[in-house]
């Protein structure tokens, strides 16, 4: 009955939203919770806004802001003798120096144990060598056929040339050392010990060449193009002062940029030998060699004009004294 009364009296619905509702804690720890998410989000928003307009320091990467090292030139030489005697017989020094260098550079794939089983080996295909089967190997299983991988690499594999990271003494030691997972590798001959000497220098010590400070390598880079620059000028300008020639119509009726395309035959001397070769050499991507692909579809006395044109240019007095 009271609550029927409640529903139909205004006033105590009021006194009783009162009494329930504003007059309850549960309200207040309701409402002061609410008011403490909207300051945290008003503040966590402000702060961001405050990020937002300062302006950000961009940290330039050291890779392309880092000038050039003019390196000192370093004088070339040789590698350490190596006597014939001692291939075959590995001192520990060697076993150990060959140990360290097949754990960084050749367990990744072939494993530490030399099974073929690295964590590299599950991506890759043919798979790598185990060296403790006897079967399928590529150059064979002697000292001298094993440094031929060693050095070479195998085409058609994973197995890359080491001859441009290691020299020849430590990819000696790496031999060595793959050699002590077996017992049963084969021993190679005097005569073949020999031809490995003559193809290595292993008496004579490897040859390393001397190499010349950046500076001076680009100083030689940019003298040597001079005379390329010189002659594209020179030819660029001719054409454009006789663009009635018939040669000089075709030549631009069929390039996209006239610059480019004169710079890429001042750069190579194979396409004067024949038609042929400066048919092929300007189709073969044209559009990348300033040449519109429509230059295929060239007659064959067009690609005659053409081809004598440009080659008598190159050839004329006047470049051939630009270029020195």
């Known amino acids: 009955m009271e609550i029927k009364d409640q529903k139909s009296n205004p006033e105590m619905k009021e006194s009783f939203f009162v009494r329930k509702v504003w007059l309850s804690p549960l309200f207040y720890i309701y409402f002061l919770s609410v008011l403490s998410a909207l300051g945290y989000l008003y503040v966590n928003r402000l702060s961001m806004i405050n990020r937002n307009s300062i302006q950000p320091d961009i940290a330039v990467d050291s890779a392309y802001n880092t000038p050039v090292k003019d390196l000192t030139a370093v004088k070339g030489g040789a590698s350490e003798k190596i006597d014939l005697s001692t291939l075959l017989e590995p001192t520990k020094q060697q076993l150990a120096r060959g140990e360290q260098l097949f754990k960084m550079d050749c367990a990744p794939c072939h494993g530490l144990d030399g099974k073929g089983d690295g964590p590299a ?6 798979k790598p060598r185990d060296f403790h089967s006897t079967t399928g190997w590529i150059n064979g299983r002697k000292l001298s056929q094993m440094l031929k991988t060693v050095s070479e690499g195998i085409p058609g594999s994973a197995m890359v040339s080491f001859a441009g990271s290691l020299p020849i003494t430590d990819r000696l030691a790496v031999v060595d050392y793959i050699r002590t997972f077996s017992s049963d590798f084969p021993k190679d001959s005097p ?9 290595y220098h292993l008496e004579k010590g490897e040859v390393t060449p001397s190499q010349i400070p950046v ?4 100083r030689q880079i940019e003298e040597e193009a001079i005379p390329r620059v010189k002659s594209t000028t020179t030819v660029m ?9 018939e040669g000089s119509r075709i030549f631009s009726s069929v390039t996209t940029d006239k610059k480019r395309a004169l710079t890429m035959l001042a750069a190579s001397g194979f396409w004067s030998k024949s038609r042929s070769d400066f048919v092929a050499m300007v189709t073969s991507d044209a559009l990348q060699n300033g040449f519109d692909p429509k230059v295929a579809q060239l007659s064959v006395q067009d690609w005659q004009t053409l081809y004598g044109y440009l080659k008598g240019l190159f050839a004329s007095k006047d470049v051939a004294s630009s270029n020195g």
Do not use: F, G, V
């Open 215 to 218: 500076s001076e390598a680009m």
């Open 121 to 126: 080996a599950a991506s890759l295909n043919p």
């Open 191 to 199: 005569e073949e010990l020999e031809a490995l000497n003559k193809t």
């Open 237 to 245: 300008s001719y054409i454009s002062q006789h663009s009635t020639d």
